[in-house]
Protein backbone atom coordinates (compact mmCIF):
# COMPACT_ATOMS: atom_id res chain seq x y z
CA UNK A 1 0.00 0.00 0.00
CA UNK A 2 2.91 2.07 0.41
CA UNK A 3 2.49 3.07 -3.98
CA UNK A 4 -0.79 4.15 -2.72
CA UNK A 5 0.51 7.67 -0.45
CA UNK A 6 2.99 9.84 -0.54
CA UNK A 7 2.92 12.28 2.09
CA UNK A 8 5.45 15.32 1.80
CA UNK A 9 3.63 17.60 4.70
CA UNK A 10 1.68 16.09 7.94
CA UNK A 11 -1.08 18.70 8.52
CA UNK A 12 -2.71 17.26 5.32
CA UNK A 13 -2.63 20.31 3.75
CA UNK A 14 -0.38 19.78 0.65
CA UNK A 15 -0.94 19.71 -2.44
CA UNK A 16 2.48 16.98 -2.82
CA UNK A 17 0.48 14.56 -0.60
CA UNK A 18 -0.83 12.07 -2.50
CA UNK A 19 -3.86 9.31 -1.55
CA UNK A 20 -5.37 6.41 -3.73
CA UNK A 21 -9.18 5.76 -3.28
CA UNK A 22 -7.75 2.02 -2.74
CA UNK A 23 -5.86 3.21 0.13
CA UNK A 24 -8.39 5.03 1.60
CA UNK A 25 -11.12 2.04 1.41
CA UNK A 26 -8.36 -0.04 2.97
CA UNK A 27 -7.73 2.22 5.95
CA UNK A 28 -11.51 2.57 6.59
CA UNK A 29 -11.75 -1.49 6.53
CA UNK A 30 -8.72 -1.79 9.13
CA UNK A 31 -10.23 0.87 11.18
CA UNK A 32 -13.66 -1.54 11.00
CA UNK A 33 -11.79 -4.41 13.02
CA UNK A 34 -9.92 -2.22 15.31
CA UNK A 35 -10.02 -2.40 18.92
CA UNK A 36 -10.43 1.39 18.25
CA UNK A 37 -13.22 1.03 15.79
CA UNK A 38 -16.29 2.50 17.62
CA UNK A 39 -14.29 5.68 18.61
CA UNK A 40 -13.17 6.38 15.21
CA UNK A 41 -16.23 6.18 13.76
CA UNK A 42 -17.75 8.47 16.04
CA UNK A 43 -15.33 11.01 15.44
CA UNK A 44 -16.88 10.62 11.61
CA UNK A 45 -19.87 13.23 10.60
CA UNK A 46 -22.69 11.86 10.25
CA UNK A 47 -24.45 12.59 7.12
CA UNK A 48 -27.60 14.70 7.64
CA UNK A 49 -27.05 15.22 11.04
CA UNK A 50 -23.51 17.16 11.63
CA UNK A 51 -20.30 18.19 10.31
CA UNK A 52 -19.05 18.85 6.84
CA UNK A 53 -21.95 15.86 5.82
CA UNK A 54 -24.44 17.59 7.57
CA UNK A 55 -25.92 19.07 4.33
CA UNK A 56 -25.80 15.81 2.97
CA UNK A 57 -27.41 12.44 3.09
CA UNK A 58 -30.27 14.18 4.83
CA UNK A 59 -33.21 12.47 2.80
CA UNK A 60 -35.62 10.00 4.77
CA UNK A 61 -33.50 6.87 2.82
CA UNK A 62 -30.11 8.19 3.82
CA UNK A 63 -30.59 10.26 7.01
CA UNK A 64 -27.63 8.66 9.49
CA UNK A 65 -26.47 5.84 6.78
CA UNK A 66 -23.57 7.77 6.00
CA UNK A 67 -20.36 7.95 8.68
CA UNK A 68 -17.70 9.96 7.32
CA UNK A 69 -14.75 12.67 6.27
CA UNK A 70 -14.57 14.96 3.44
CA UNK A 71 -11.53 17.21 2.28
CA UNK A 72 -11.96 20.56 -0.22
CA UNK A 73 -9.21 22.26 -1.89
CA UNK A 74 -9.33 24.40 -4.93
CA UNK A 75 -10.20 21.97 -7.80
CA UNK A 76 -10.00 18.87 -5.31
CA UNK A 77 -13.30 17.27 -3.24
CA UNK A 78 -13.70 14.23 -1.44
CA UNK A 79 -16.05 12.33 0.30
CA UNK A 80 -14.76 8.27 2.09
CA UNK A 81 -16.70 6.73 5.00
CA UNK A 82 -19.16 4.08 5.63
CA UNK A 83 -22.12 3.34 4.57
CA UNK A 84 -25.23 1.38 6.30
CA UNK A 85 -27.25 -1.01 4.64
CA UNK A 86 -30.67 -2.11 5.61
CA UNK A 87 -29.17 -5.51 6.22
CA UNK A 88 -26.76 -4.41 9.11
CA UNK A 89 -23.60 -3.82 7.13
CA UNK A 90 -21.43 -1.45 6.64
CA UNK A 91 -19.66 -0.79 3.35
CA UNK A 92 -16.45 1.12 2.96
CA UNK A 93 -16.17 3.88 -0.05
CA UNK A 94 -13.84 6.69 -1.04
CA UNK A 95 -14.40 8.74 -3.95
CA UNK A 96 -11.57 11.31 -4.79
CA UNK A 97 -12.45 14.37 -8.03
CA UNK A 98 -9.15 15.90 -9.09
CA UNK A 99 -8.69 18.60 -11.60
CA UNK A 100 -12.31 19.00 -11.74
CA UNK A 101 -13.51 22.65 -14.03
CA UNK A 102 -16.80 22.68 -13.18
CA UNK A 103 -18.67 24.22 -9.81
CA UNK A 104 -17.66 22.24 -6.40
CA UNK A 105 -21.78 21.80 -5.97
CA UNK A 106 -21.79 19.86 -9.31
CA UNK A 107 -19.25 17.81 -7.98
CA UNK A 108 -20.84 16.85 -5.00
CA UNK A 109 -23.78 16.44 -6.25
CA UNK A 110 -22.25 13.57 -8.27
CA UNK A 111 -20.71 12.19 -5.06
CA UNK A 112 -23.67 12.38 -3.54
CA UNK A 113 -25.43 10.37 -6.38
CA UNK A 114 -22.69 7.83 -6.95
CA UNK A 115 -23.33 6.90 -2.98
CA UNK A 116 -27.42 7.11 -2.94
CA UNK A 117 -26.55 4.60 -6.16
CA UNK A 118 -24.71 2.38 -4.27
CA UNK A 119 -26.61 2.66 -1.61
CA UNK A 120 -30.02 1.40 -3.68
CA UNK A 121 -28.22 -0.64 -5.40
CA UNK A 122 -26.91 -2.72 -2.25
CA UNK A 123 -30.22 -3.27 -0.98
CA UNK A 124 -31.86 -4.65 -4.10
CA UNK A 125 -33.22 -1.52 -5.62
CA UNK A 126 -32.02 0.08 -8.93
Known amino acids: MRDQVTLQDGCGLSRQNL ?29 GVDGTLGGRFGDAAMNGRVRGKTGTMTHVSSVSGYLGLDNGKRLAFAIICNNFRCSRHYVRNTQDHLVRAVFNAANGGL
Open 19 to 47: VSARACVQLLKKMSKSQHAATFEASLSQG
